[in-house]
């Protein structure tokens, strides 16, 4: 460290030294650094004063020196002192006593500058004593020592009572006195002070007694509280704080409680801030982390009480561990330690110290500290107290007297709110603390449940600025969070309060249900998990549910109703969640859990809806089964309890709707079916494709009638819940949206949704779209009013063009729109003017339709292309889609049958005895009121029936405009209007009928019913195959209404002349348009039309057995269902329901292990068409086959003068009716033209009816059976060499896929098909008498016979060599003829693709040509052939039957290339020929006589031909020569390949050739007798027979073996007969 004074100002210290020191002394006085200056000084008079020491300085000159600088500082002799200590301390350690001197010489020269005092208080006793300050060192030391013990160690101040017991009991005294006069604090204190004096009493222990006096007189906070804090001037800050954490200290022992006058004391003193809590926080036990380990130790347990309680325990275990748990929890009950930190939060509570409580919670585990139930109480009561005023305010309900609450004395305490906004920055807080403890406090939660309805009465009031609107946005939110973290929570700890349920219920109703259900979700999925008592709570709570659910049965639905409600009103989410999880499993608990239901609150309702919807989302759940063709079970049966809990109940259905429609928009239609079963439960709109005939007549009346006969349950009692459903799709605008989205989803489930799965779940999918829009486009037609239905429903283009709803739907959501629309305006105008007439009222309803529909047809005319509307009007489109079925006709019969039941119901109840009187009359009021409403409403709809006919009448001939073709009219009609509406629902397909029906009735120019019905009947593989199941079923309705009309049309000629004789829907000459008139020529004839009702039948039979045969599901069910819907009808041709039936029988027997759904469709088909087949007819009884008058059969089909334009569609429709009978069965043909005598009695075109089709049926028929017989046997083995080589005509090539199959496996299956065939037909017990005769007499014969098989053979060669000249005459009729008319032949199109290869036909054709001809004396052939050359100029559907078979003889011959790609052969190839009876007679007379000459012969040569068998075989072989064996193949087109083949024709089996070949031979010369039995036969089954014996339809296998060797020489014969005629 420098020295400050230099050696230089010593050396010269009188000249300038002594100036230079005291101006330094004076520069580091003013220094401003007052330290620094401080400690340079003490260095600079250090300096001064060490020279003085060490000699170089006088001791004077420093005194003098010093002497001027004193004054710069005051404390500057104190710094002398200093630095006189230090010198003294090391002179005193010097051996230079000369130093030692020169110190004390200075320290005595400036004894004037220091005082005695100062320098005895710093310098040794010694020194002291050396400079005469004290006399002597030793007693100074003694005597400091005395005055440090007095002063230390001599106790003047009494702490204990005892020391000091007066000071103290006045001190007591002082403090408990009555302080209610002037006594305060200020003058007490005073007091205390002085005892404090006079007493030598501890200010501690005073402040002690002070505070012990206060816990002992609580009620003076007034007078304590200023008292100690004046008392606490004159104490240390912390001596309180260390005082009262001394007293908690002291009952800190394990059995030590503290009192709660100590925690008050420090409450209010904390309050008051006379102490820090962080202060007083560390003298409390226990410690934070303590509670923190204990708050975990709780959750732990309450996972171990759950985890017992979804534990399977068998019962032997229980017992043991119930008492393992008793033990458990009596030693859980020793009382725990005292929790000092919360008692004095409990303290702070009760005085309202909320800002100290707040940060004591803040220390704790969340709610732990309210879970302790005195604080929870005294934090409910601070909420009391701060929401009382508000509450009295808003809250009270009217009437209610209430008790208020007073506020607390404390000035400090929290404000009272007075408005929301205070209500939230106050109480929010202080209710989020308490959590789900408010459940101590029911009253509380019932006062915060007010207050918040009247806050969101308040908030849903508009009017308010924007400023407080965003408050009060502010304050809902923080509503909606105390609801989800105080309300809910509390409400799962209370004990089933309904009431409080109820009330919470009343604040939530005004939530938006979008807020309510994500209440509940947090509230089922998360605040459950938040607290160790609600973990238990929801594990207690499943447990319970599970109880009830094992017992819940039918018969006790009330208790256990009961207990369910019970357990609802606390943990609704938990309990419904378990039962809609059983629901799932189990379908049958569905009834019982709805019953169950009653007892719930409308909060447990609402809950139960939010519920069911977490479920149905529940992403987890697969909606198909693992088939993937089904919709799961588990959707199903929430569905259905959808259906039936929202029905019963009073339950909110927006979320649920809205849900739906949120799936429709993703493009989901699951969900659908839930909608479905809602609208269904609630409106009681049934959709079901299984309604009767009646049910659906029943639906075409008016309302009531549709609610007593329409609908399978009675529907009762659904006013209410169909106005709930209304009014919930109304509130939430989604009426409209529903139906369009369902619209539109009906395309998506095919093309968005359907991809990757199972075509029968789409079709499924499909369908249930489709009726949940029918069903659910009901209930608001029949629910909405007019305004509510036209406000929301846009007009069509919109809805088509701008929606992109298909037309069908958007019609149907229009129609109930039109009609409210007409029948207003027709209200109006009735009202407008009184006339009563008739036609008045007739009149305005017209002009009120045009009003209404004027626009429509604007509207309709964007929905489709300009061209549409060259053949169909707009108006008659709009008419056909705006009208229904109520507007048609009336169901006068469901009418009458409603009033008999009521009537019947009457009666007994009049007959009932035990009645009481009283219930009897009103039932009788009930049953004649509906009565009266029935008749009313039969009378009502008439009137209107004959409105809506009139109008149709007025506007009909502007309906068809046929600018082209009415051919093109009637494809525009089917496939705009018919086709799309009939599939719509079952109503629409009878409506559709029924509508043809009517345009046809109306004589409505243009329209050709004919075409129409054609086209409808021609094809229907198309349209089956696109159906879906119900589409299926509805346009197997259609096609049923529609056969029930051409049906009574059919069944009686004076019907037919009267309904439709002279309409222009059957003229079969379609002239220009405007020509429509025509002679009677025109028409279509009785006779020709049962001809087209015949090949309707017929295609319709082809049709089917086509889909039956595909293999493809859809195909395969979609048939059977139209099917056994137009059973009524169809079959009604014997042979036609035979080909059926083995069919259906195949179907059963294939797919009774791979497809149960066809199964047990085809099973119940074949027994229900069993059921028909004694209304069964042959086919001569369905169409007599007699040639029409040649006028009747008009030139080719025109549409011009010229014939030009003619509509290539109506050609290929006269002709497919032809065409159709030969592909007809096809097996069929097979079957029995190659062997089954069945065909000769019942296949169309399989037998000549020459005989039976007059009438005359009895013996000659059977004759005609033996004769074919016995000449099959030569053919017989050619045909077995055709079988060999299959030939492949190009029909066969584009039929099927087996058409390589080897002949050897073709005739296995033909054998097992014969056997099947044998086996499957029943015969009656007279047919099997004659057949056992039939067969003794062919053995008799055959054991006579002994002549040679050439002789049998010249005799059939001799028959044979007739048929050319027959042929060749035929041949020049025809020519001759078709030169007569001047027509050409009428252009053939190909066929369609037939399910029978054409060379079959052709075959069988021939068979039938050979046994014609056989069995016909030439007058027959002459009579035959004349009404067969007109036969190339068909009009529309008037082919005539009777001449095709020889014309295609004909053709046979000429061209046989031709014929096959033609289908004239299949045109022609139905009829038979017909006679004229006389001739008839005659014919068969010659033929019994011809056939008994040759059956004797053939007998005789029976036994050779049996041994000879295997030569003949071989020998017919080589006579066929090779070409005649190819034609052959062509002709018979021997399908060794076709599927179809294989299921039939048995005569291919081996076993059986050689049987035949047997019998052939004997039959051949037995020929009478054969006859005479065949006669017989044929008679049964002309009328009505069913079955065949084994023995005949062998028979028929052999005649058809030997036709097939034998085609040449039949043809041949034919001429003859020709030239011999």
């Excluded at 004063?49 to 060490?54: I, K, T």
């Excluded at 110190?103 to 020194?127: G, I, N």
């Excluded at 046989?1456 to 014919?1483: D, F, G, M, Q």
């Excluded at 000879?1508 to 070409?1523: F, G, I, T, Y």
Aim: with cysteine.
């Amino acid at each position: 460290m420098a020295a400050l004074l230099p050696a230089e100002w010593i050396k010269n210290w009188e000249k300038g030294g002594k100036s230079e020191f005291v101006q330094l002394c004076r520069a580091l006085s003013e220094n401003k650094n007052h330290d620094v200056g401080f400690r340079d000084i003490q260095q600079a008079l250090y300096e001064l004063a060490y020279h003085v020491v060490r000699g170089n300085l006088k001791h004077d000159q420093a005194s003098n020196v010093l002497g001027d600088v004193i004054e710069f500082r005051e404390d500057m002799p104190s710094i002398l002192a200093d630095v006189f200590c230090i010198l003294d301390i090391e002179t005193s350690c010097l051996e230079e006593k000369n130093k030692r001197d020169h110190f004390t010489q200075l320290v005595l020269a400036c004894l004037y500058l220091v005082s005695d005092t100062v320098l005895k208080e710093r310098l040794d006793p010694e020194t002291l004593e050396s400079l005469g300050l004290i006399k002597q060192s030793q007693q100074f030391n003694q005597k400091s020592v005395k005055i440090k013990t007095k002063l230390f160690y001599k106790q003047q101040k009494f702490n204990l009572l005892r020391e000091e017991n007066e000071g103290y009991a006045k001190l007591i005294a002082e403090l408990g006195q009555d302080l209610s006069g002037n006594i305060t604090s200020d003058l007490i204190l005073e007091n205390i002070k002085s005892l404090i004096g006079c007493f030598n009493l501890d200010p501690n222990r005073v402040l002690d007694i002070i505070l012990e006096v206060y816990e002992c007189r609580p009620e003076y906070d007034d007078f304590f509280v200023p008292l100690i804090e004046s008392y606490m001037y004159m104490c240390e800050p912390q001596t309180l704080c260390h005082i009262l954490g001394f007293k908690f200290k002291f009952y800190q022992d394990p059995s030590g409680e503290t009192p709660s006058s100590l925690y008050r004391v420090a409450a209010v003193l904390l309050q008051h801030n006379l102490i820090d809590l962080e202060d007083l926080y560390v003298h409390l036990l226990p410690g934070d982390n303590a509670i923190i380990e204990e708050h975990k130790r709780e959750i732990v347990e309450a996972k171990q009480i759950v985890r017992k309680l979804t534990m399977v325990v068998l019962s032997s275990e229980k017992t043991e561990e119930k008492e393992k748990e008793k033990e458990k929890e009596e030693e859980k009950t020793e009382k725990p330690p005292d929790n000092q930190k919360l008692g004095l939060l409990e303290a702070l509570l009760k005085i309202g110290d909320w800002h100290h409580a707040q940060s004591i919670m803040d220390q704790m585990p969340p709610f732990y500290s309210t879970s302790h139930k005195p604080i929870a109480i005294a934090l409910c009561q601070l909420v009391h107290v701060t929401i009382e005023p508000l509450y009295r305010r808003v809250g009270v309900p009217k009437g209610a007297k209430g008790s208020p609450i007073s506020s607390l004395p404390n000035k400090r305490a929290p404000k009272q709110a007075e408005s929301f906004e205070e209500l939230r920055k106050e109480v929010f807080n202080m209710l989020c603390y308490l959590g789900p403890h408010l459940s101590h406090d029911p009253i509380l939660f019932a006062k915060v449940v007010r207050l918040g309805k009247a806050f969101m009465k308040e908030f849903q009031s508009d009017g308010s600025k924007q400023e407080d609107k965003e408050k009060m946005e502010t304050l809902f939110s923080c509503l909606l969070s105390i609801t989800d973290q105080v309300l809910l929570p509390s409400l799962s700890l209370m004990d089933c309060n309904a009431c409080m349920s109820e009330e919470l219920w009343g604040m939530f109703k005004t939530f938006p249900y979008q807020y309510r259900y994500r209440l509940y979700g947090q509230w089922k999925n998360e605040t459950y998990n938040s607290h160790p008592l609600l973990v238990k709570v929801k594990a207690q709570t499943i447990d319970r549910a599970k109880y009830i659910m094992k017992r819940l049965t039918k018969e006790n639905v009330k208790p256990s109703g009961r207990q369910i409600g019970k357990l609802s009103h606390s943990n609704p989410t938990i309990l419904f969640d378990y039962i809609l999880s059983q629901i799932q499993k189990y379908d049958n608990l569905i009834t019982p859990v709805v019953d169950s239901l009653k007892y719930l609150t409308s909060l447990n309702y609402d809950v139960l809806a939010y519920c069911i919807i977490e479920a149905l989302a529940n992403p987890e759940k697969e909606r198909m089964k693992h088939d993937d063709t089904t919709i799961s079970s588990w959707l199903q049966s929430l569905a259905s309890f959808c259906g039936a809990v929202f029905r019963k109940y009073p339950i909110e259905l927006a979320g649920l709707l809205q849900y739906v429609a949120n799936q429709l928009k993703a493009g989901k239609s699951f969900d659908l079916l839930i909608l479905k079963e809602v609208v269904q439960k609630m409106a009681g709109i049934e959709i079901t494709e299984e309604m009767t005939m009646e049910q659906l007549e029943a639906m075409t009346g008016g309302e009531q009638l549709k609610a007593e006969g329409g609908y399978f349950g009675q529907i009762r009692n659904t006013k209410k819940s169909s106005q709930r459903l209304k009014d919930a799709l109304l509130d939430h605008d989604l009426a409209l949206p529903l139906c369009l989205l369902m619209a539109q989803q009906r395309n998506g489930v095919v093309f968005q949704e359907g991809g990757e799965k199972h075509l029968k779940l789409v079709g499924k999918l499909y369908d249930q779209c489709h009726d949940t829009l029918v069903q659910f486009g009901g209930f608001l037609a029949s629910n909405l009013s007019t305004e509510d239905y036209i406000k929301r429903v846009p007009s069509i283009d919109v809805l088509c063009n701008e929606f992109h709803t298909p037309h069908d739907a958007a019609f149907f959501l229009s129609r109930p729109m039109y009609a409210h629309h007409i029948s207003s305006k027709y209200d109006e105008l009735k009202k407008a003017e009184k006339g009563n007439k008739q036609q008045h009222k007739v009149h305005k309803y017209i002009t009120s339709c045009e009003l209404v529909m004027a626009p429509v047809h604007e509207a309709v005319i964007s929905l489709h292309l300009p061209k549409v509307w060259d053949d169909i009007s707009p108006q008659f489109y709009a008419t056909f889609w705006s009208l229904t079925m109520y507007d048609l006709a009336v169901p006068h019969s469901s009418y009458d049958r409603e009033v008999n039941k009521l009537k019947v119901q009457m009666k007994a109840i009049d007959d009932n005895q035990e009645m009481p009187p009283n219930k009897k009359k009103k039932e009788k009021e009930r049953c004649t009121a509906l009565q009266d409403k029935l008749l009313e409403e039969e009378k009502k709809q008439l009137e209107h029936v004959q409105r809506v006919l009139q109008r149709l009448k007025l506007e009909k001939d502007n309906w068809l405009l046929a600018k082209s073709t009415k051919n093109e009219t009637i494809t525009k009609f089917l496939q705009l209007c018919i086709f799309p509406r009939c599939i719509f629902s079952a109503i629409d397909a009878v409506y559709c009928a029924h509508f043809v029906e009517l345009v046809h009735q109306q004589k409505t120019p243009n329209f050709s019913t004919l075409l129409c019905y054609d086209r409808v009947f021609s094809d229907i593989i198309y349209t089956v195959a696109s159906c879906t199941e119900n589409e299926a079923s509805r346009y197997g309705r259609f096609l049923c209404c529609m056969l029930e009309t051409v049906t009574r049309w059919h069944s009686d000629r004076v019907i037919y002349e009267k309904e439709c004789g002279n309409y222009p829907g059957f003229l079969t000459i379609l002239r220009a348009t405007g020509f429509d008139g025509g002679n009677k020529a025109d028409q279509l004839d009785y006779e020709n039309f049962r001809h087209v009702v015949h090949k309707w039948h017929y295609k319709l039979t082809k049709a089917s057995v086509h889909c039956l045969e595909t293999g493809e599901y859809t195909h395969i069910r979609n048939i059977l269902i139209v099917l056994t819907k137009i059973l009524p009808w169809y079959p009604k041709v014997l042979n036609l329901g035979q080909a059926l039936e083995r069919r259906v029988h195949k179907i059963c027997q294939e797919e009774k292990e791979k497809r149960p759904d066809l199964y047990a469709l085809a099973m119940g088909y074949s027994g229900q068409l069993k059921s028909r087949k004694p209304f069964m007819i042959p086919e001569n009884e369905f169409h007599h086959k007699d040639p029409p008058a040649r006028n009747a059969v008009p030139a080719t089909v025109q549409n011009g003068p010229g014939g030009a334009g003619m509509p290539t569609s109506l050609t290929i429709n006269t002709v497919r009716l032809e065409e159709g009978a030969t592909e007809e069965t096809a097996d069929k043909l097979k079957e029995k033209s190659q062997g089954v005598v069945k065909v000769i009695n019942k296949t169309v075109n399989a037998t000549p009816k020459v005989t039976t089709s007059n009438g005359n049926s009895a013996s000659n028929s059977k004759i005609i059976k033996e004769k074919d017989d016995k000449e099959k046997s030569g053919k017989e083995k050619d045909k077995e060499k055709k079988d060999k080589t299959p030939a492949a005509t190009p029909e066969m090539k584009a039929l099927g896929k087996d058409g390589k199959d080897k002949p050897k496996e073709e005739r296995a299956n033909k054998e097992e098909k014969a056997r099947e065939i044998k086996e499957k037909t029943p015969k009656s017990d007279k047919e099997k008498e004659k057949v056992k005769k039939e067969e003794k007499a062919s053995k008799e014969e055959k054991s006579k016979t002994v002549v040679t098989i050439i002789e049998s053979k010249s005799t059939a060669e001799k028959e044979r060599e007739k048929e050319p000249s027959r042929e060749r005459d035929l041949a020049k009729e025809m020519k001759s003829k078709e030169n007569a008319k001047g027509g050409e032949k009428v252009p053939v199109a190909g066929s369609l693709k037939s399910p029978v290869p054409r060379s079959e036909t052709s075959e069988s054709e021939r068979e039938q040509k050979r046994r014609k001809v056989d069995t016909h004396s030439s007058p027959s052939h002459s009579s035959t052939v004349k009404g067969t050359a007109m036969l190339p100029k068909v009009p529309l559907v008037s082919e005539n039957y009777s001449s095709s078979r020889v014309i295609s003889v004909h053709f046979l011959q000429d061209n046989l290339n031709e014929l096959k790609e033609s289908s004239a052969k299949h045109y022609i190839n139905h009829t038979t020929p017909t006679l004229s009876k006389s001739k008839e007679r005659e014919v068969e007379k010659k033929d019994l006589d011809k056939s008994r000459e040759r059956s004797r012969e053939r007998e005789k040569k029976d036994e050779k031909d049996r041994k000879d068998r295997k030569r003949d075989h071989s020998n017919s072989d080589r006579e066929v020569p090779q070409d005649s064996t190819k034609r052959r193949k062509e002709e018979n087109g021997t399908t060794g390949s076709s599927k179809h083949s294989k299921s039939e024709s048995p005569s291919d089996s081996p076993r059986l050739n050689e049987k035949e070949k047997e019998k052939n031979k004997s039959k051949s010369s037995g020929k009478e007798k054969g006859d005479s039995i065949k006669a017989e036969k044929m008679e049964k089954s002309s009328s009505g027979s069913k079955k065949e014996s084994r023995h005949d339809k062998e028979k028929t296998e052999k005649k058809e073996k030997r036709d097939s060797t034998g085609g040449k020489e039949e043809k041949k014969h034919h001429k003859s007969s020709d030239k011999h005629r």
